[in-house]
DNA sequence: TTAATATATAATTATTTGCTTATATAATCA
DNA sequence: TGATTATATAAGCAAATAATTATATATTAA
């Protein structure tokens, strides 16, 4: 049985949220690893509540979850919305932006928090 | 040898144009058949100006390519574009929007000016 | 040539977006 | 307990967006 073509008008509010480069490599990082706002802010150079808000929209769409674990809040994707298939097939198009966790790690920034 | 991936930069460009539901459908639309700018405003139901300026926006960054055919201009995908691969895999997860076609055709309005 | 048709561009406007700063909440640590 | 750290939310603002109306340009038809 063939999968149910997703609707265009949902494919557009998402590839919407898509198209920014934050939350486009957010996301991709987040289909390969775990990871918490500190390092988000980190890897960005925003302001913390810039990286809270964009991570916010990712959550209001159920493309993010979070889960607490004492002081810091880890994200991770949810691989059980109905369209992570759709963007999983668009992420995989894109280049890893694992180093980017890479060079946290190299300047002893990572463990710090995770 | 493998095909290069797409920068991200460059992803999130094409993603926040194809984030809008009259330009998404417009390049699914492309993606199958040539059309002209008086059948989007029909199917559309929004001004010419309009129209023309998402157009517009879609051949800025050489997605689609007019060429005037008498009064008329018509509009085609450019399959040549480097990163047509990445929106084509893409637009090859939504459900064909030719339906819309098909209905100005019934309406006798297609061959009005194509 | 004049009128009609198809399209593009310019100007305007309301809405949305993405950032900032300020503040609130929650957990940890001394 | 009080201080620190991590995060979220609220308020404010400048820039971007998507629509509209008005106008310009190009082609065809009378």
Redesign the interface.
């Known amino acids: 049985m063939q999968k149910t073509?997703?609707?265009?008008?949902q494919?557009?509010?998402?590839?919407?949220?898509?198209?920014?480069?934050t939350r486009?490599?957010m996301l991709?990082i987040l289909d390969e690893e775990v990871c918490c706002v500190c390092e988000f802010v980190d890897i960005f150079g925003m302001s913390q509540p810039s990286i809270s808000q964009h991570l916010r929209k990712l959550k209001d769409i159920g493309m993010v979850r979070e889960e607490r674990k004492g002081q810091w809040i880890f994200y991770s994707i949810n691989k059980s919305h109905d369209d992570y298939?759709?963007v999983r097939?668009?992420l995989g198009?894109?280049?890893s932006?694992i180093y980017k966790l890479t060079e946290l790690e190299a300047q002893g920034r990572r463990i710090s928090c995770c």
């Open positions: 073509a997703m609707e265009i008008d494919a557009a509010i998402i590839l919407k949220l898509l198209g920014d480069r486009l490599t991709k298939p759709f097939e668009l198009q894109l280049p932006q």
